[in-house]
């Protein structure tokens, strides 16, 4: 398997713009996991799904924030408007723990690098 | 809401020098996991830790968790260059993981 794979690596744009970052999760993976790294502020879990459907949102820090999981093998995550404090790297991770005792760990991608500018 | 200090913040060694870095929390966890992340890269896991005393050992690396599950340590013995990376503990429980924000660990030549 070719891992989790997320979309663009790195994308710069202006304040207002729309942005979407996407991800594919391994094949199987029943967990889907969007975070955001800053250095203030670490690893935060914005969204999660299984089995495609949003379980939880609470981490989602705006309504400007949205994300969708279509099927089984694509999310998204969509920032409109972007604003300069939207500037992090977003990371995507699933899983096939089958609850949340962290037994078999999450798989990461590598990431997409926003700046908002 | 669950929150893991992790300590310290930044650490730079010489190659070959042996160090411990610590993950804490007030709440206890099922089990609590450690990842590496390098620049660029997303956090890859290195071990996984249920039993509170547990001790695993990865090659150079030991992992321990706190008799409480509450906390958890992590000792490198004769660190490499290869070692550099940012360190990071994540607790599980009832929720997805939550990561402490990490080590940044240096190690030189």
């Known amino acids: 398997d070719a891992g989790v794979i997320q979309s663009p690596r790195h994308e710069v744009t202006e304040m207002g713009q729309e942005v979407t970052l996407r991800c594919k999760p391994i094949s199987g993976h029943d967990y889907l996991f969007w975070y955001r790294q800053t250095m203030m502020r670490g690893l935060e879990l914005l969204i999660y799904?299984?089995?495609?459907?949003?379980?939880?949102d609470s981490g989602m820090p705006e309504d400007r924030f949205s994300a969708k999981m279509p099927n089984a093998s694509f999310s998204t995550l969509k920032i409109q408007p972007s604003e300069p404090r939207d500037s992090a790297v977003y990371f995507c991770?699933?899983?096939?723990?089958?609850?949340?005792?962290?037994?078999?760990?999450?798989?990461f991608g590598s990431g997409t690098r926003l700046t908002v500018v | 809401t669950q929150l893991l200090e992790q300590s310290p913040q930044f650490l730079s060694i010489q190659e070959g020098e042996n160090l411990t870095v610590y993950c804490n929390s007030s709440?206890?966890?099922?089990?609590l996991q450690w990842y590496r992340q390098e620049p660029g890269e997303g956090p890859v896991l290195l071990v996984t830790v249920v039993t509170g005393g547990e001790v695993k050992k990865l090659k150079r690396l030991t992992f321990q968790f706190g008799d409480a599950r509450k906390d958890s340590s992590l000792h490198i013995t004769a660190a490499q260059t290869g070692d550099t990376g940012l360190y990071l503990c994540?607790?599980?429980?009832?929720?997805?993981?939550?990561f402490g924000k990490g080590t940044r660990l240096s190690v030189i030549a």
């Open positions: 994540a607790g599980a429980g009832n929720t997805p993981l939550v």
């Open positions: 799904f299984n089995n495609n459907v949003p379980i939880d």
């Open positions: 709440s206890v966890f099922s089990s």
């Open positions: 991770a699933s899983t096939s723990n089958p609850n949340f005792q962290g037994l078999y760990g999450y798989t």
